[in-house]
């Protein structure tokens, strides 16, 4: 079936790296997403990787996919107060709809 | 930038009531959405919408549920008769096609409160 599992919470020092970690089960999906979500707005698309990468650089963001683990993780180098949220991991299924996790909270310690 | 929005932002209501969400999609978007998310709980698809037509539904989306585009600007997702498990934050989401790699964006949500 289709699940997307990532811990809950986590918890960093300002100026180190945060990594956040997910799993899924459906390996058909073809592009692997990952979502942030700030108090009181909607989900924002932050960076996405297609499932023939292993990985993709965006700035501050790395995303590491082990498509044979079905692991997928998110690097936020250089974590600032700004980056507190919660963070999604999701995969697209077809062309409709796309599978969550229950999302990671990051919490920035000064 | 253009954005999604929804109203109510909160909306509080009686078991067995119908409620309506609103949501105003992208101008030029074609595809619509509706997800939720019940506190504590993973964000969940409920439906898809496009050419005036549900596109894919997911098994949550009963007869209670129904989506309409009345106009040229608003998308409803409608309850008929709430339910306790009802009460949820409701995404809505947009996108410019269909295809893959069409991001699809959300709006705030609205927080559905069922007493």
């Known amino acids: 079936g289709e699940d997307v599992e990532q811990s809950l919470f986590l918890s960093v020092r300002e100026g180190d790296s945060s990594v956040i970690n997910c799993t899924y089960t459906d390996s058909s999906s073809t592009y692997l997403y990952w979502y942030k979500q700030e108090p009181g707005a909607g989900l924002q698309l932050l960076t996405y990787i297609f499932s023939n990468m292993d990985m993709k650089q965006d700035q501050r963001l790395t995303v590491l996919l082990n498509k044979k683990d079905k692991h997928l993780s998110l690097r936020i180098a250089d974590t600032q107060t700004g980056d507190s949220a919660i963070y999604f991991c999701a995969e697209k299924m077809g062309d409709d709809k796309i599978i969550f996790g229950k999302g990671t909270r990051l919490h920035i310690l000064p | 930038e253009p954005e999604v929005t929804q109203t109510p932002s909160h909306q509080v209501t009686q078991m067995g009531q119908e409620v309506i969400l609103r949501c105003v999609p992208i101008?030029?978007?074609?595809?619509f959405y509706w997800y939720r998310q019940i506190l504590g709980q993973k964000v969940e698809f409920l439906v898809s919408?496009?050419?005036?037509?549900?596109?894919?539904k997911s098994e949550i989306f009963d007869d209670q549920f129904s989506v309409e585009r009345p106009d040229g600007s608003n998308f409803t997702l409608k309850i008929r008769s709430t339910k306790l498990e009802d009460s949820a934050m409701y995404f809505c989401a947009s996108s410019e096609g269909g295809a893959l790699y069409n991001e699809q964006f959300f709006g705030p949500g609205t927080r559905l409160t069922v007493l």
């Open positions: 919408f496009y050419n005036n037509e549900i596109s894919e």
């Open positions: 101008s030029n978007h074609l595809y």
